[in-house]
C-alpha cells in the first residue's frame, strides 16, 4: 500500500480522541507516530465497558484511535520527562497536544517556547476554545461542545428534549480538520521552510460542522429547530415506517419524485406545487402521512425494491452490529484485521476510509499495550 507521509515522524502528547484520532489518521497515510502518554495511561483505556477481556483487557474506546502508534509512559511534570520529549522532538516533523493553553505554558511547552528551541517543528494544539477568545481556558469534551454549540439543540423529536449525536461526532470532525491543517502546514514547510503553529478548537469544528444550518441562520436570523430523522430542506428525505421495520428514504431531485408519486398514486396535476421541492416542503405534513400510509401497508424489502427500480436513494435502517458483519464487500471493506505479534491476537479494526491506489489506508500496527 502506498505510504505518502513515511518520511514524517511525529509526536503525540494528545489523548482522549481528536487529537489521537487525527494522529491515526496519519499513521495510516504511514507517519511514524510516538505517542507519549502521562504515568496514569490515556484516560480513554479506563473508558468502558467494553473492554476485550472483562474488566481487564484493552477498552474499546481507547482502540478505536489509536492504530499505527509506539507509546510510552512520560510524566512530563518532571525534568526527565520533558527530557525524553525534547530528545525525541529533534528528529521529529509534528508534536500534537490536547492541553489547556495555559497548562502549555505552566509545562514550559507553548508555542513560542518550542519554536525557539526546535524552528523547524510543527506545532498543532487541540483545543475546546480557541485562545482568542473569552472561554479559552474552559476544559473542551465533546459532549459539552455538543451542548455549547447548538448541535444538541437541532439533534433530536421535534418535541423531544435536546439530544447528542450517537457518537462523539465533534471530536472525530475536529481530528480531521487537525490531520488536514498538519498536512497543509508540511507542505507550506517543505516549499518555504517555515513552520506552523495549529490550533484547532473543538467549538469551531462543531460550527463549522452545521454547514447548511448555520447558513440558514445567518441568512434569516431564526433559530433552527429539531427535525429528527426528517431533512429541514427536502422532502421526503427521512425515514418511514413500515410493516416490519424502518426505511429511509431520500429525494434528492424531483425527477425521483415523479417516479415515488405514480408509486403512491398522486396525480401531480391536481397538486402541481409538489412537483418541485419547495412545494414539498410547505407541504411536508400532508405529503408525508401520504407517504407513510402506504409505506406501512408494505414490507421493508418491498419498498427497497421499488426504490432501486427507480434510482430513488433509499435504504433499510441498520443495527450498527448488522451493518459490520454484514456479508464482506456488499456495503463496505473497511474491517480491517490487525496482528499482533506479542500475544499472537488478531485485532479487529476499522481502516481509514480512504483508499489509495485501491488500497484503503490502514497502519499495520495494532493500537500499544499499556506498559508503564
Not at 517543528?121 to 479559552?136: P, Q
Not at 490531520?179 to 513552520?195: D, K, P, V, Y
Amino acid at each position: 500500500m502506498p505510504k505518502p507521509l513515511s518520511h514524517y515522524r511525529i509526536v503525540d502528547l494528545s489523548c482522549v480522541l481528536a487529537g489521537p484520532f487525527a494522529t491515526q489518521l496519519l499513521a495510516d497515510l504511514g507517519a511514524e507516530v510516538q505517542k507519549l502518554e502521562p504515568p496514569e495511561g490515556d484516560p480513554t483505556r479506563g473508558w468502558g465497558p467494553p473492554f476485550e477481556d472483562g474488566d481487564h483487557g484493552e477498552s474499546a474506546y481507547f482502540r478505536c484511535a489509536n492504530r499505527g502508534k509506539k507509546s510510552q509512559a512520560v510524566d512530563l511534570h518532571t525534568e526527565e520527562g520533558k527530557a525524553v520529549l525534547f530528545d525525541l522532538l529533534k528528529d521529529a516533523d509534528v508534536l500534537v497536544e490536547n492541553f489547556r493553553a495555559d497548562s502549555t505554558d505552566r509545562l514550559g511547552l507553548g508555542w513560542k517556547r518550542l519554536h525557539a528551541k526546535f524552528p523547524k517543528l510543527i506545532v498543532a494544539s487541540v483545543r475546546g476554545f480557541a485562545s482568542d477568545v473569552t472561554a479559552s481556558r474552559r476544559a473542551g469534551y465533546d459532549f459539552i461542545i455538543q451542548a455549547e454549540s447548538g448541535w444538541m439543540a437541532i439533534t433530536g423529536e421535534p418535541e423531544g428534549r435536546p439530544m447528542k449525536v450517537g457518537v462523539a461526532l465533534v471530536d472525530v470532525l475536529t481530528g480531521l480538520y487537525c490531520a488536514n491543517g498538519i498536512q497543509a502546514a508540511l507542505l507550506h514547510r517543505e516549499r518555504t521552510g517555515e513552520a506552523l503553529h495549529i490550533e484547532v478548537p473543538l467549538m469551531e469544528a462543531a460550527l463549522a460542522g452545521l454547514v447548511n444550518v448555520a447558513a440558514g441562520a445567518l441568512m434569516t436570523g431564526t433559530p433552527p429547530k429539531r427535525w429528527g430523522n426528517a431533512h429541514p430542506q427536502i422532502v421526503p428525505y427521512q425515514s418511514f415506517r413500515c410493516s416490519d421495520g424502518d426505511v429511509a428514504i431520500g429525494v434528492g431531485s424531483d425527477r425521483q419524485f415523479e417516479v415515488l408519486a405514480m408509486w403512491l398514486g398522486l396525480d401531480l396535476e391536481a397538486r402541481p406545487e409538489w412537483k418541485q421541492n419547495r412545494g414539498r416542503v410547505r407541504g411536508r405534513e400532508e405529503l408525508v402521512a401520504l407517504i407513510e400510509a402506504r409505506t406501512q401497508a408494505s414490507t421493508v424489502d418491498e419498498v427497497l425494491a421499488m426504490c432501486e427500480a427507480n434510482a430513488i436513494p433509499a435504504s433499510r435502517v441498520r443495527s450498527v452490529d448488522e451493518v459490520l458483519f454484514r456479508k464482506g464487500g456488499e456495503l463496505h471493506n473497511l474491517l480491517q484485521p490487525l496482528f499482533e505479534a506479542d500475544t499472537n491476537a488478531v485485532v479487529p479494526t476499522l481502516a481509514a476510509p480512504i483508499l489509495l491506489n485501491g488500497e484503503r489506508a490502514c497502519a499495520p500496527l495494532p493500537p500499544p499495550r499499556w506498559n508503564p
